[in-house]
């Protein structure tokens, strides 16, 4: 079986992930990564005896060995970079947001639908296991309709400096295109439906340092759908306890929570403190098994000749009801959204 | 010691938890209840041995042994009933709501300032003990600034059928003046602010039987505080699993679960269901003690002559952010509130 | 209706909790304590008007407006104590164990059964709501058979200091007779088996300070019923995070835990040492309602004239298969018990 | 980099599982399979694209294009297996027990011994990532000195027809063997001691059917180690909630539990059962990483050219250890064991 070859671009902190992973699946090769900085290239290079690295992501994708490029630069650069590795014929795994712009998103969508490569957005929560229980359980009717859903997604406190850091050198968009743009694509893939109101308001009660960021701490959106879900959702930079990603759906038969708390393991330790369950502490530790199936299912599209069910739609909607949650918290006013 | 001599108005569901309570207190007497149907009151007279029994109110506060008066009334009569309460010189405890229109609730407020007799409003949850020690934890600052509330009240679908019952007699005031008050003031109890903006949202996917009431089966509010605090709250009345209160406090230094799982006790259950948890089944049961605790208050009260912690204020605020949440559902938008 | 008129001899912790409790309920009257030190049966009087006060039991079992008493002395009166109280004709509540030597208990059970007055054995368990619901549970037959029984009783490490001082003082009988005994009872009363077999393991690492006083910090015992039950019990004094008591029941149908965590309460706190529940702190708060019920049985009994479900011949068995437990221990070898 | 190329033999539940985990590996080749159903070969072979499958464990092992073997063979076979492929050449991955005769288990550690083979056993509870965690706490010293552990193993109910037909070909070994093999080792892991003396029971009242097997139901065992730790063991086949796999050490400065609830996943449903979590249902489910990572070790010892940490000593011990339960459980009496 000829293996399939992918270089990474970008290699942060996911992109690393995404690199480790690919590097340990079977018949694919890690053939190529592209990255600013030279050192972390050759330390990731040797370590993974990668045959390529490059500085310029457009230097990568014309290497003609190359099958696919797993994008994970700025989000800022994600519709350019999808757009110029399908002109070079290359099978596109782009991390989130698929961009921070609606129009330029759409441009990137027709270029995505002409074309016979597979494309593949990382909304990873689409391939973590108890996500897909639930949304088993919500298809075939277990809790009835759904009425309300609260998805939170709330970084550690021992994340903000890094963050802070990252934030001064490109924008994050905000926390709704940052964070909450995972809880969105939860919401719509769970009711099937598109958010028509939103309202948000946000605070930065534990890092004031990050009013001269234009940054929000902590921020909350609820938001009403067309088919009368209300949502509400809860993003956060500041979790004393750990990486908190918890999603409730509550039904017309039952409810179901996802994570209800944020466990490390099954392990349970009694001791001066109480009754204590050690906690998640990042992304990487809880979505660790997600991401792998979400690179695994890449690899089977390309194999296969099929693409994904999460599609660039999915991309471009999360970024505009993220983009109305922004908007909404800037002007303090519920808002409606049109497509 | 004299004993203090009550008498309680009105014998529904949460009358007869009133009467039950006050009969087993000691140096207290359920000297008499006022109650429209005759039968009922003969056997509570009869279980009770209480001296005096009456078909209407008035009657019975005219009685001169008694010292106070404990109304559970329909909620458009409290504020009747605790005016002429006091003008018969009786200590009142009232269930809520303290009423359902602000400006009598005002013209009462007055008459209880002007009085020395106790006056205590029935919001129970201010006595249940996992709600003090959630309070005391906020107040020792052992969470930090808070910035987010989460609090819902959803009632058991084997009540509905009563409710449909009681709210085609008499108007509820809608689902939140009839249940998100709870919820109201464990938020202003909290955070001790006030509500500035509030969004409603509801349907009746599970119950379209309420529509012709113009009633909803379960609600959202979304409020924002005057100190940046952002409240959501679900009220409901079509639980599957029982009777939830659950109530959560985001801080900048910790968060706070009451009630996360609605327990019945401290027993699990293994079987072919998985492992189970019993739930509580409806406000009796999970309320038991917090009803005796606020029942001794007020007899304290009485006794050393002083007032209990939550007062007419707070039972005029619950019920102003209660029907602006109504309206906000009512007319679809965000509503501003000013007191 | 005429107050029942109890006299509590012995004011330890136990004993305050029991003359607290007495005080608290409606028809009946705190009328007497008996304690060696005047001082606290000083403070003890006037804190709750008590009319008498005596430094002597046998003066205050010739209180004749006594009806009852309440015995909480040292366990080695226990047996004499009751013999003396029924000679009075005075109804007995006595706290367990029933007594230390089962020649001793038989004796006094001859007189328990000739005499027409109420006896009732302190095991408060089978008052605690949670024991009960599982004991229903048992009997609808919703786990089957039992096959297995593993029971904890844990005492918290803040109270060893304590016990250190007690046992200085009179021989605790060891940990099985002082704690193990209410995990027997349990055992008796969940299966209505009888123990036949025992086998007792034991250590002092976390306080080899009990070396010296003959006793052991931490307890096993395995226990074989003549129905083919097994049972498993821990024994502690040392345990970091509170008060643990916890029983489990394996049944051919289905498993039964009651506090399966000893939860303080409902509320669970998210903080740097992750998600973390509040544990009981000892037996007065654990099993506080527990104590309430026991001794309103007790005056339903006496007004009633009827004997409680719990037995002086549990009495009598809990002690045997204590006394067995800590010979095994002692012996170090498997024991089989003859009744 | 070469493959390693590895042969799997006997292709039961769990040989099938091993077969796909060694599929699935990068720089690993399922180069064989031995099984004596043809029929199954030729489809597993078909799956995986398995270059050889053999109907005798003694040709594949001829085969020498291989480098390792996976034994999966019935546990009688275990010792002769192992020798063969030592004589071979071959690395052995071998599952538990690693024989059930203590002299053929220490002939074949001599072997083991002499070689300079990896030899790989399979207690793959040490290569799951919970009990690692509690592992690492209690070697940090985290709850002090271990006193008691508790161990349980119960099959779901669901498996017991598979298990009746199973055992009416070859006799398990007996329940301790069959699977409390695990919780010893656990023990013996944990706490780096050795076990003196066991007492064991067991009854058939949910499976009568097992009587005329010869095998038990559920079982217990108490165990004391030579560094004064006692251990209760349950196993069982009859769970009806799942797949209860639990393990809780108490130690001197606090306790661990792993897995106090066989949780399927993160998620928690509220129904009309209650509060729900579902359970694991199977041993495939509830150890899947863990059977990776031990054969991920496996490999990287044969090609780093080290042993692994869990020995054939462990090996020895478990078997032994499991064999006085058996004796214990059919003499009904306390045994000591020496080695």
């Not at 897909?132 to 406190?157: F, H, L, N, T």
């Not at 993003?235 to 039904?251: F, L, M, N, P, Q």
Request: with cysteine; hydrophobic share 35%; glycine share 8%.
């Amino acid at each position: 079986m000829n293996p399939i070859k992918i270089g990474v671009a970008g290699l942060g902190r996911l992109g690393l992930i995404h690199a480790d992973n690919i590097h340990h699946m079977k018949h694919v090769e890690l053939t190529a990564v592209s990255n600013l900085d030279e050192q972390v290239n050759k330390e990731v290079q040797e370590k993974y005896s990668i045959p390529y690295a490059y500085t310029s992501y457009e230097a990568m994708i014309q290497n003609n060995e190359l099958d696919a490029v797993c994008i994970v630069t700025p989000s800022g650069f994600h519709t350019e970079h999808i757009q110029k590795a399908l002109d070079h014929g290359l099978h596109v795994f782009c991390e989130k947001p698929i961009g921070l712009d609606s129009d330029e998103i759409k441009a990137v969508m027709k270029k995505i639908e002409d074309s016979d490569r597979v494309f593949h957005l990382g909304f990873m929560r689409r391939y973590d296991e108890d996500y897909v229980y639930a949304k088993e359980m919500i298809d075939r009717g277990q809790i009835g309709d759904i009425s309300i859903i609260r998805s939170y997604g709330i970084d550690p406190i021992s994340g903000l400096g890094s963050f802070v850091d990252f934030a001064k050198k490109s924008p994050s968009g905000g926390i709704y295109l940052d964070m909450s743009v995972h809880d969105i694509d939860v919401i719509r893939w769970f009711t099937e439906a598109e958010v028509k109101k939103v309202w948000a308001t946000g605070n930065n009660k534990a890092a004031p340092e990050l009013n001269a960021l234009n940054e929000v701490e902590i921020g909350t959106a609820t938001l009403q759908l067309n088919n009368d879900v209300t949502a509400f959702l809860v993003a956060g930079r500041t979790a004393s306890h750990g990486y908190h990603v918890e999603t409730e759906v509550i039904g017309t038969k039952g409810m179901i929570r996802i994570a209800a708390t944020p466990d490390k393991n099954k392990v349970t330790v009694f001791n001066e403190h109480g009754t204590v369950r050690p906690t998640s502490q990042n992304f990487p530790e809880r979505f660790r098994e997600a991401y792998i199936n979400e690179m695994k299912e890449f690899v089977h599209c390309i194999r296969y000749e099929r693409q994904p069910s999460v599609t660039a739609l999915d991309g471009l909607r999360g970024t505009e009801v993220a983009a109305a949650c922004q908007q909404s918290f800037e002007k303090d006013e519920l808002l409606e959204l049109s497509y």
